[in-house]
């Protein structure tokens, strides 16, 4: 493989025909991927917040340079010759390797690769000049999307500048935090929330973005997002969180390195900077170096109007009540002379700490009256810091009654995500915050899987809170309602609006099978039938299909057997029932 890698990076050739062939596979590729209108708005973001530097289009280009690809084949050859070089590549080997014999490997088949000498100036991009705003009327179905970003800081290993942002990013804009849970879990105003704060070489963009349940929320939406910025910008987060919040990039730093080839590209990502791996330790050098004063200084720093790029997507010419122009710095003023405090209020701490939560967790299990045999499949490694706990219940999308479309995937979202009868979703998510660990479902035709990873440091504290979202589930009407909602959303924006390849798959199915049988429906259901489905319902296929007989336990990782032996014992407080035989009839070939 070395050889072969060797050969084509130094030697690649390739016809103009074959050149042409692929320039219209990425026309294709583009075509798919700006399907999506996150996609559209992070092009169209770049377009906007940049006047000179190259960050202003995306690594494909925009759709007017893909058109002209085809006829570019000799510029592609001058490419090649400038940037494949040795002197602007790193090779990584991950895996079961012998160090000495692969450095040899590379050093015979590499070692021949002449330096080049093309460089480059990338514009410097001015200071930015903002607030800026501009929106996008998507043509087809869709549900709004309410988008702010801001000018931030090259990545360095030197200064806290950047690393502030990922620990910003995680106090202020997580599941966990405030203003999340208030905007997607309490008030249900939008239903997707997440920032997008990459590391660059250069000056890039700090990206806060929410896809809302109706456009109407927009106002609320960033007038929230802006009472954050300026809580961020005038208060100190309190010491644990901070604290928190480290341990929480470092454990889901050590999540992401779980096989050979995410640690390859973790390692890539990193090495590409400074073509050491050491920028790794460095980094982290700096995250435990920040303070809530760093924090607080980095916030009011870069989170300012001038930087400001306010984009807006929807079906509409206009969003309502939105046009990029509202001043943070006056809300700022305000804030400090309402508070009235000086500049070292800190933020209060919001309810119990994350082990205060666990605590609150721990049950006692009544002992079972029979012990029922439990299939489990386990791969346990003494050397692994992460165990993987995954629960498959012989059940899915073909176990859904007439009608009913949808509920096993409603029941499954409910468990992971619905909370426990001791702790709401909020609390949980709380108490994982620290961890970096979580609890998801994937619901098949004929499977469910609850799952998570967690570092074997955390095993228990994990286990206690999720064990306690399958055993004793909340059963709450609002986390029904907030859990229906992003089902009928992702079947209506995120399948059909906005995933063509998807959604001609799950069109297979409606075109093989008949209505009436088990595979004839989507895995996530029916619109109309997810609409009428209640909390008894979920309950009576919990209590169905949510059975010992049903149950397969999955195990891997630095586990110990004291701990496989708790599962087993644990889930016995599953109901009983004979374990699924589905029927699946047979369908007649289509002559």
């Given amino acids: 493989m070395i050889e072969l890698e060797a050969d084509r990076f130094m030697n690649l050739k390739y016809s103009e025909e074959d050149f042409r062939t692929e320039a219209l596979a990425v026309k294709g ?28 289009h995306t690594t494909m280009g925009f759709l007017r340079d893909i058109e002209v690809m085809p006829d570019q084949k000799d510029y592609a050859d001058v490419f090649f010759d400038r940037w494949y070089r040795p002197e602007k590549s790193a090779v990584i080997l991950v895996g079961d390797v012998d160090p000495e014999a692969a450095f040899a490997l590379v050093e015979k088949y590499w070692g021949v690769w002449e330096r080049g000498d093309y460089d480059v100036d990338i514009p410097t991009e ?45 106090i202020y804009f997580s599941q966990s935090s405030p203003l999340y849970q208030s905007i997607v879990i309490e008030d249900q105003l939008a239903d997707q929330f997440f920032t997008w704060f990459p590391d660059r070489n250069d000056p890039y963009l700090l990206l806060i973005a929410a896809r809302l349940t109706d456009e109407k929320h ?51 990502a990193f090495v590409h900077i400074d073509r050491t791996p050491e920028t790794i330790n460095e980094v982290y050098a700096r995250y435990d170096e920040l ?41 700022v003023d305000a804030l400090r002379e309402a508070a009235d405090t000086g500049p070292d209020e800190t933020l209060a701490s919001d309810g119990p700490n994350a082990a205060a939560l666990v605590a609150m967790a721990a049950r006692e299990l009544p002992t079972p009256a029979a012990v029922r045999p439990v299939e489990t499949v386990e791969l346990a490694s003494a050397s692994s810091p992460l165990v993987d706990v995954s629960f498959i219940f012989g059940t899915g999308a073909a176990s859904d009654p007439t009608g009913k479309k949808g509920l096993a995937a409603l029941t499954a979202a409910m468990l992971a995500q619905g909370g426990s009868e001791a702790l709401s979703i909020q609390q949980i998510e ?16 004929e499977m469910t899987r609850l799952a998570g990873q967690v570092h074997r440091d955390n095993l228990d504290a994990w286990y206690t809170l999720i064990s306690g979202q399958l055993l004793t589930p909340g059963w709450r009407e609002s986390d029904l309602e907030r859990l229906r909602t992003q089902l009928v959303n992702a079947i209506r924006t995120g399948l059909v609006g906005n995933n063509d390849e998807e959604l001609g798959k799950e069109l297979l199915y409606t075109r093989i099978y008949p209505d009436s049988h088990p595979y004839g429906a989507l895995n996530l ?51 009983s029932a004979e374990r699924n035989a589905l029927v699946v009839p047979s369908i007649a070939p289509d002559t």
């Fill in 218 to 268: 927009a106002e609320e939406v960033r007038d929230r997002i802006n009472a954050t910025l300026a809580e961020m910008r005038t208060t100190l987060a309190p010491a644990q969180q901070v604290a928190d919040t480290k341990s929480r990039l470092r454990y889901g730093f050590a999540s992401a390195m779980d096989n050979s080839s995410s640690i390859g590209e973790t390692l890539a």
């Fill in 525 to 575: 259901g029916a619109i109309s039938d997810l609409e009428s489905i209640t909390l008894d319902d979920v309950k009576a296929f919990y209590a169905a299909h949510y059975t010992v007989e049903n149950l397969t336990l999955g195990l891997a990782g630095g586990y110990n057997t004291a701990f496989a032996d708790k599962l087993a014992a644990d889930v016995q407080q599953l109901p």
């Fill in 291 to 331: 303070t809530p004063e760093d924090l607080r200084e980095m916030a009011a720093r870069y989170f300012v109007d001038d930087g400001r790029v306010t984009l807006t997507l929807s079906n509409s010419p206009e969003m309502p009540g939105i046009d990029g122009m509202e001043a943070l710095a006056e809300r």
């Fill in 430 to 445: 709380q108490a994982l915050y620290p961890m970096a660990a979580g609890f998801g479902a994937q619901v098949d035709k």
């Fill in 29 to 56: 590729e583009y075509l798919k991927n700006y399907s999506n209108p996150i996609q559209k708005l992070i092009e169209r973001l770049r377009d906007v917040a940049f006047d000179e530097h190259t960050y202003k």
């Fill in 126 to 170: 001015p200071a930015p000049d903002g607030p800026r705003y501009d929106h996008i009327q998507w043509e087809s179905p869709t549900q709004p999307w309410y988008t702010m970003s801001f000018r931030g800081p090259a990545f360095s290993t030197e200064r806290k500048d950047m690393v502030a942002m990922d620990v910003l990013s995680s």
